[in-house]
């Protein structure tokens, strides 16, 4: 059995889609934690209840806690529903194998329980920038950029890899859903792998809510400190200082950029999510004139940025060789002192 865990929130513009997409690829139970959604996510999943493949729970604290939520469900999956294999997706995450042909559930049923956990390569699909809008039919390119290529637009590195595992009552699935605590006991053949496309920015609305929640939610959990460079407390810093929208057009390539890109490999045609799955929401694409100044913008907020961030670690770095410098000098004023009160008691007169 083939199960699936989701703990969303707001996800009304892609979550119809992304349960078709995965229900259609065989997965047998999809549990599907709400964090307190007010968009229609909540009314969009009962819809699938009915059919007995979704189980629906609700969790309307917003304090990040990603970590506990999705181990239960995964734990709740193998304890209560016998699953053979979990995946800990998210609702913009679209699962499937990397050959064309066979379905995830028929991967899973030839994949061996000898693994444990197996590794999943992430892609970030991207295309025009869009005010609203699922952008299902426009986010058509897997974006393979350079990393330094992505540093200048904002963006640290790619997506990091998602990790399925062998159902296990004892499983503990990180925060961010990334790792859990099995190792993997080897890779799969090539005819077995699996990929994810993923949408994490698929429209300005989308975006600044997203980033909205997300960082007041960190804000709320004091168990939780991200360092100031998680992708997900940079982001909300944009937002405080009023420079996300430009980070979010940065992020699309311009048409320009698109097209020098495909002829170097950095962007790669993928339709196949936008051949079956059906956006929700209609795009609304940003005036090209907009996205060509934003983007402009955007590069000279990034490009001080990154000095600024070059600047506070040389300034930490200073800071740590003078601390080094200054123990160092206390250390050896306490052992003149040592000697000096040595000296004293050896020279003193006695009576």
Known sequence: MLAMTLMVRDEADIIEPMIRHSLDQGVDLLIVTDNGSIDGTVEVLEEFVG?????LRHDPVHMKQQHSTVTKMARDAASEYHADWVINADADEFWQPVADGPTLSEIFAALSPDYRAVQVPVYD???APALVGSGLQRLL???LRPVDELKRIGLFAHASPDMVHVGDPEVEV???NHYVNFQPQGEPPQELRLEVQHFPWRSWEQFERKVAASGRAYEANSTLLPSPNHHGM???SRYKKGSLFAAY????PTPAELETGIAAGHFILDERI???AVSPVPDVLIDPVIVESTAALGRVVFDYETTAREDALRIQQLE???AGVRAELQSQLARRVVRAADWIHEHRPSH
């Open 51 to 55: 059919t007995g493949q979704v189980i």
């Open 125 to 127: 699909m991207t295309g």
């Open 141 to 143: 390119y897997r974006d």
């Open 174 to 176: 990180a925060q961010g």
């Open 234 to 236: 940079r982001e909300y």
């Open 249 to 252: 057009v940065t992020r699309h």
């Open 274 to 276: 936008a051949r079956t």
């Open 320 to 322: 740590n060789e003078l």
